[in-house]
């Protein structure tokens, strides 16, 4: 196992801990309280483990001072803190918006925040207009953002957690049933070479536990995301919660 993730996620039918969460941002981007709150929170629920994740993109200059600002904060707090980024995936080529300063740093949220085509992002609602006019197969979309994903795993230059896996799909007008198990199979077979996670995660209600069932069939590493932006977000699970009970009675 990866040691960035190790031990914050389980493998296959072994459901991630919820006492572990490994996605919530602060205020050094788009998150609502700072640093010091959101690990308050996590202290005051007795977890045991998390995650800081701010989103950076290429031109990003701050995250030399935010690795210091976490491994400070780490010293002090009475859980693990780990020093995460969330980066979106740029093309179908797999590049992710990641700036070169990444010293410090212990994983990467590979995010689908837009679609990925050859050229860059596609803005979602371009997409759905684009499908809805016929000119784009909804299959073609899927095989596009497989593609890419797979791809970004490949080349990350850190330990990577697929964020909210598919939360781009309804914004296209889509539904996870225009997922196939090939392109589960590929991406599972991805995320085992290369040690990668997928996140559960609570604010986009995704995967769905079908997804998260036939990944953990195959050996998938899984951990648990609130996504939080404010401290009453951290750990308060509700769709991750359904999506592990369900693994848990798969098993």
């Known amino acids: 196992m990866t040691p960035g ?22 205020t050094t981007s788009d998150g609502h309280a700072p640093l010091a709150d959101m690990i308050a929170q996590a202290e005051r629920l ?11 993109r290429s031109d990003t200059d701050w995250v030399p001072e935010y690795v210091r600002a976490v491994r400070s904060a780490r010293r002090l707090a009475a859980l693990p803190v ?11 080529r797999g590049r992710l918006d990641l700036p070169h300063a990444l010293a410090g740093v212990d994983y990467v949220l590979v995010a689908d925040h837009r679609v990925p085509a050859l050229d ?13 006019r016929g000119e784009l197969p909804a299959a073609a979309v899927v095989d596009a953002l ?13 330990p990577a957690i697929i964020a909210h896996l598919f ?15 090939e ?16 996140e559960i995660n609570e604010k986009w209600r995704c995967p769905s536990s079908r ?22 977000e951290v750990a308060r699970w509700s769709y991750v919660r359904a999506v592990v009970d369900d693994l848990a009675a798969a098993a």
């Open 167 to 181: 939360s781009v799909l309804p914004k296209c007008g889509l539904t996870e049933t225009a997922v196939g198990k």
């Open 5 to 26: 993730l190790d031990p914050t996620a389980s493998r296959g039918l072994s459901p991630p801990a919820l006492a572990v969460d490994l996605h919530m941002h602060t």
């Open 46 to 56: 007795d977890l045991s483990g998390m995650g800081v994740s701010d989103h950076v």
């Open 211 to 232: 997804v998260v069932r036939m990944l953990a069939r195959q050996g998938v590493l899984l951990t648990a995301g609130s996504d939080a932006h404010a401290p009453a």
């Open 146 to 158: 497989i593609e890419a994903t797979v791809r970004a795993l490949e080349s990350s230059p850190l």
């Open 120 to 132: 860059g992002p596609l803005h979602p609602a371009d997409v759905r207009s684009a499908i809805d």
């Open 82 to 92: 780990r020093c995460g980024v969330e980066a979106k995936i740029l093309d179908t």
């Open 183 to 198: 392109h589960l199979n590929r991406l599972a077979a991805t995320c085992r070479r290369t040690a990668s996670a997928v």
